[in-house]
């Protein structure tokens, strides 16, 4: 069995190092067709990401100005909660645009499914042991 995974892997790696040319399995217009699928895949994360740069950016300037704007001492206590309250939004849109609930889907699944065996593998000890 293990040679057996050692074999698979090596085919594995010389796969992904093998190099399109002449003795390539696909045609060049697909290869092309890929690299720009992935190409334009690159852009457009790249588009959002800046995007998301840019509003954390000005969200993060709208705060520096709202923290100033409270400093000031001639300020109304209506003035000052409303500056509070805009405060606190403006903090969780900051972290709503760090914290992403997608990028906890794999690890949730995981924590379930290694969480579910653990519990699974428990009863069954336990079951040995009691007899």
């Known amino acids: 069995m293990n040679r057996r995974l050692r074999r698979v892997r090596q085919h594995q790696r010389h796969d992904r190092w093998q190099t ?3 003795f390539s399995s696909s045609s060049p217009d697909q290869d092309w067709h890929s690299f720009d699928a992935a190409l334009t895949q690159l852009e ?6 800046r995007q998301r740069f840019n509003q954390v950016r000005e ?3 709208q705060k520096a100005q709202i923290e100033e704007n409270m400093q000031v001492s001639g300020l109304s ?8 309250q805009r405060l606190h939004d403006l903090e969780i849109q900051l972290e709503s645009q760090v914290f992403d609930w997608q990028s906890l889907r794999e690890p949730f699944w995981q924590a379930v ?3 579910g ?5 428990g009863w069954i000890l336990h079951a040995i042991a009691t007899r």
């Open 20 to 22: 399109r040319g002449a």
């Open 117 to 121: 065996l653990g519990i699974i593998l």
């Open 59 to 61: 969200l993060q300037a």
């Open 44 to 49: 457009t994360s790249v588009e959002v990401l």
């Open 77 to 84: 206590p209506e003035a000052l909660k409303q500056l509070q």
């Open 113 to 115: 499914r290694y969480g």
